[in-house]
Each structure stands twice: as structure tokens, then as C-alpha cells.
């Protein structure tokens, strides 16, 4: 058995593999810490789980991959992860997502890696952190993260930053972590989990912005403000919103955000236009 200790975002989650799976898990080598017994979650790979009767309770698709979320007849969560028709893995966890554990029947990496993205929005859902779905740059010591649907043009946007404003750095392209501290301060973390673009730091920065983009054939942009920031950043946090104490705390997270950060809408093109715009306003107007 190997135990490997991981940090992001100050969450400490342990894994166990019942083999070496070092090569599988560079993603997660800047994010290795020491032992300790205060973590958030253990996961274990496990050869084989029970079989199972379980309840289905949703069923997410996106790009070829699907995620079904339900629970056994005894009540512990489950899960299963398809890339395309195939099944990846199946992840069976405690009620509180402080223990879980993972049978790998496909791909293995694409098994574990959302095995462990879920249980770790779930475990530090109550924690004031929030995993996002959003592509995030780093801008004179601040962080700017772009949010919308897939496709809408958030790895686009990070890269025309990156193209025609000096100084900008990638942080993570798929799914950083922001968590808001004891004093109020929010702060954007890199992660493991970069999707297509390997960008895999483990950096933080103090927020500068949070800007929801959409297409349009003109670049304008809209501060937000109350519901309609609350809004804008609720899609885009991942977490399961049918179970009622996980759902108060993301609604805590949310509600904070949309109070605490400067938050903007931004109707754009795919052009240098639109990051000068969006850089201009959120950067040295917030």
C-alpha cells in the first residue's frame, strides 16, 4: 500500500494506491505535503467494492464524460464516472465525504482524478471553499478568473491576456479552488485539475475580479451587483445542491463572494478588444 498526502488550497487529503501510480499522479507532485491526521478526506483505491443497489439522483454530461451521482440503499453516497460508453470508475463514500473509496475499471487516470475532484468539493463544501469551473490568469499580484458555459471562451479570454497583456500568467484553465479566509480576504488557488491545458501551480493570489463572459458581436462590460452577482457565480461552483447541508454551505460561499469580490458580466468578442476592455475595468477599477 502507498499513502501520498496532498495540500490544495490548505485542504490536506490523503490517497491510497495499491500500487506505485507515481507516473499518473504528476499533476498533483507540486501539491505533495507531509503525513498528518488532520485532513479533509481519505480516499482509497480499493481492487473491488461490494456489489450494489443504489439510487440515481443525477446525471451530469459534458464533452463525452458523465458523471452519475445517486446513493446506496444504506444511504452512503455513490458515484460513477464514464468517458463516453465506458465506466471508469465507481466511487462509494462516507456520509460526511471524510472517507471514500475508489474501484478503478477503466481509464485510470480520468477514474481517480474525478473521484478525487468530487470528494473534494463535497468534503469543503462547509469550509468556505469553493472549486470552480472557470480558467483563471494572475495581473500585477492579482488573480482574474472567467466564468461561463463550456465553450463560451474562458481559455480563449485567459490567452488573449496572456497575448496582449504584459505581465498576465496562467494560473489554472479548468478548475481552480477560491476559499475566503477568517478575515474576509478572498484568495484563488491553482489545483490538480487544469483540464486540457496542463497548468498544474501551487500558487495563490488575492482575487482582482470574477467577469462572466458571454459571446456577442461587440465587447461591453457590466459591473454586478447583488442577486445578479450571486447569479453570475452559482453555475460555475461545483457541489451537490440537493443535499441540504452541503447546499447551505456553498450558499454561505456564494453569498459572500457576491459581497466581498467585484464581480462583472462581459458581452465579447474573441479579440484583443475585449481583454484590454475586461483588463482596464476589473483591474484598475475594482
Known sequence: MNITYYNVAGHVFSLTTPDDHRNDMQPYE????????????RLEIVNELPAVVFHEELRQEDEGQTIIAGHLVTGEPYFEFWLGSRLCSTLVSSADYKEGQIQVKGDWVFGVNNAIMVMYAMATSNSRTALFH???????GRAYMFLGHSGTGKSTHSQLWLKHIEGTELVNDDNPVVRILDNNEVRVYGSPWS???????NVSYPIGAIVKLSQAPHNQIERLKGIKAYAAVMPSISGKRWDKK?????HETENLLAQLVAIWHLDCLPDEGAAQLCCKHCAHES
Open 30 to 41: 507540486p501539491f505533495l505535503t507531509e503525513a498528518t491526521d488532520n485532513t479533509a478526506f
Open 195 to 201: 483540464g486540457k491545458t496542463p497548468c498544474y501551480r
Open 134 to 140: 472557470s480558467s483563471v490568469v494572475s495581473y500585477q
Open 246 to 250: 452541503l447546499a447551505e454551505g456553498l
